[in-house]
């Protein structure tokens, strides 16, 4: 009987669980002000050239940041309550009171053992008196622990509020500034490769010759290992001096006996270095012109133009209307079979960039297919599309292109852009 209470004394003890609910309210706005912060910036770069040199002169900066704040007051009121409180009361007040009867009237019963009952040793049964204590103390041991927790989970309900003070940013501006001369390692990458480290020869100016530079150029600039900003003019620049040294790598056969893409891709070249080479180029892209405007003449469709000048894929798609689509499992996949039938016609590529060859040619995985892509040097795609990106891509069908052991259907982009977006 006495374990049986106790068991039950810790099962209602056990249900004194507090639940607490928070709830917060905006207050009334207290005042506003404008928080001034120095960010560490990065390194921008402006590069110029002057055959066969290139400079590159970097100038560090911060970022000056001005948030405007705003600072509330907020309440946080919590409120907190006990399902058990008043089971536990009843319990405990009950149990109690039928306690205290139980002792008040003990003394005017009888206190004569219970004849009837005897039990091995010849011991008669409790009184009715001694069995009304007992009752007794099973009522205390539940009335009482259960009135105490009853009482404490009681006493632990209640609202408290607190008010605080909180910031919300509301506006932010940021401007560059502290501006300074840095100096340090400078590497031109391409293809995430080293390919030339310059010298300083004054201040922050880096100088790179062009012997210095691979055959593939160099599209990046890094400073202490960290890629530096260029504005698009110090890009046009870079572009300039790779393509000239591209331009001088190259053995150059009779304009007549290469094929459409390469004179292409070689007049592309051409127009990007006379940024750098104005004079040098002048006469070479003239040949390389006339060459391309009689293979038009004589209806040469891969020297055909690619059509009108677009600024993003959705109006690429409008101008060219794409009649191919070469994706995985499309059954236009299967034309590039028959592609002296397909030169001129233009085609949405979904892909993945596998290579990047020359700043001007990578390679586009679709399916089971590689695919050539030329990308014009003054176009501005708006990203850099790193191996194992997925593109699509708006391109005109020129032909073929053989680079080393490896001869693939070559297009000319239009426009290009991630595959899921941009």
């Known amino acids: 009987m006495r374990a049986a209470a106790l068991w039950l004394a810790v099962a209602v003890t056990g249900c004194t669980a507090i639940d607490a609910t928070t709830r917060v309210e905006r207050g009334p706005l207290l005042r506003t002000f404008d928080r001034k912060q120095v960010i560490e910036g990065g390194v921008r770069a402006e590069v110029t050239a002057k055959w066969p040199k290139l400079f590159v002169a970097l100038r560090g900066h911060d970022l000056c940041r001005t948030q405007s704040v705003e600072e509330y007051a907020e309440e946080h009121t919590t409120e907190r309550t006990s399902s058990a409180a008043g089971p536990a009361l ?3 007040i009950a ?4 306690g205290l009867v139980m002792i008040a009237v003990a003394p005017a019963l009888s206190g004569e053992p219970n004849r009837e009952v005897i039990d091995a040793g010849g011991r ?3 009184s009715v008196r001694t069995q009304v204590r007992g009752w ?3 009522a205390f041991s539940v009335g009482v622990p259960a009135l105490v927790v009853g009482a404490i989970a009681y006493l632990r309900q209640g609202v408290d509020t607190e008010v605080k003070k909180v910031e919300q940013v509301a506006t932010q501006k940021e401007a560059v500034c502290n501006e300074r001369d840095v100096d340090g390692p400078v590497l031109l990458m391409s293809d995430q490769r080293p390919t ?3 010298k300083m020869v004054a201040g922050s100016a880096v100088e790179f010759d062009e012997s210095q530079f691979a055959t593939v150029g160099a599209d990046r600039i890094l400073f202490f290992g960290r890629e530096v900003e260029l504005d698009e003019a110090s890009r046009k620049v870079l572009d300039a001096v790779s393509s000239c040294r591209q331009l001088a790598l190259e053995q150059v056969a009779a304009l007549g006996a290469i094929s459409t893409g390469a004179l292409m891709n070689r007049l592309e070249r051409v127009r990007a270095c006379r940024l750098a080479r104005p004079d040098a180029m002048i006469e070479e892209g003239k040949a390389l012109e006339k060459e391309v405007e009689r293979r038009r003449e004589v209806g040469d469709p891969g020297a055909l133009p690619v059509g009108p000048n677009v600024t993003s894929f959705e109006e690429a798609v409008t101008s060219y209307s ?3 689509k070469l994706s995985v499992g499309s059954p236009d996949l299967e034309k590039l079979d028959n592609l002296e039938d397909l030169v001129g016609q233009s085609a949405v590529i979904e892909g993945i960039v596998t290579e990047g060859l020359t700043p001007n040619i990578g390679v586009v995985q679709v399916g089971p297919r590689g695919l050539f892509l030329f990308l014009p040097t003054q176009k501005a ?10 593109v699509e891509v708006v391109a005109v069908v020129v032909g073929t292109q053989t680079l080393g052991e490896r001869t ?3 297009l000319r982009a239009v426009w290009m852009r991630p595959a899921f977006g941009g």
């Open 124 to 126: 008669y049964g409790p």
């Open 408 to 410: 693939l259907p070559l």
């Open 381 to 390: 795609w708006g990203g850099d599309y790193a191996v194992g990106t997925r």
């Open 136 to 138: 007794s103390v099973v």
């Open 95 to 98: 149990s109690t009171l039928a």
């Open 90 to 92: 009843s319990t405990g």
């Open 322 to 324: 794409p009649r191919l």
């Open 196 to 198: 030339a480290e310059g």
